[in-house]
């Protein structure tokens, strides 16, 4: 994902504001070294619990997703974000769910990429079953993906 976001003007999008589950060590430890090292703009880091664990059980999801939710509201506000860029899991599904309220009452369209994970070759994952009818672009990183969903973009490897 850091990839993607290196492509992006750092003075045009800032300030830049990285979410991820509050597990996720690493992706935090890496968009605060490239933070670091790129010195332009104001960025800040927010941390939510996952909606789901791998394995957990189904009765208990309803109790954490709504534990993400809320915490999401607080990141939504705080950030006020004009774009969200995303990837699988499905932490960012609070995330993409809650940006798209103020579209519905016509506060602020915030604009939602999600990128499907490379692993995803011939079907999609949950999380992109569940996001691709919301959000306004869903970019693929192969062909055979691209081909079975009209709003599909392939770009090729992104992350």
């Not at 974000?81 to 932490?91: K, T, V």
């Amino acid at each position: 994902m850091l990839q993607l976001i290196k492509s992006l003007d750092p003075m045009k999008y800032t300030p830049r504001s990285y979410i991820m589950a509050n597990t996720d060590i690493l992706s935090k430890e890496k968009a605060i070294k490239y933070e670091t090292s790129l010195e332009k703009g104001d960025y800040y880091m927010y941390t939510i619990p996952r909606a789901r664990e791998v394995g957990q059980p189904l009765s208990s999801v309803p109790q954490t997703v709504i534990i993400a939710l809320m915490a999401s509201i607080k990141v939504i506000i705080l950030s006020w974000p004009d774009l969200i860029i995303c990837n699988g899991p499905g932490s960012c599904i609070p995330i993409c769910m809650l940006a798209y309220i103020p579209r519905i009452i016509g506060l602020k369209k915030i604009e939602i990429i999600y990128v499907e994970s490379f692993a995803r070759v011939e079907s999609l994952s949950l999380t992109g079953r569940l996001l691709y009818p919301f959000v306004d672009r869903f970019l693929v990183q192969w062909p055979e993906l691209s081909d079975k969903l009209n709003k599909a973009e392939y770009k090729g490897v992104l992350v």
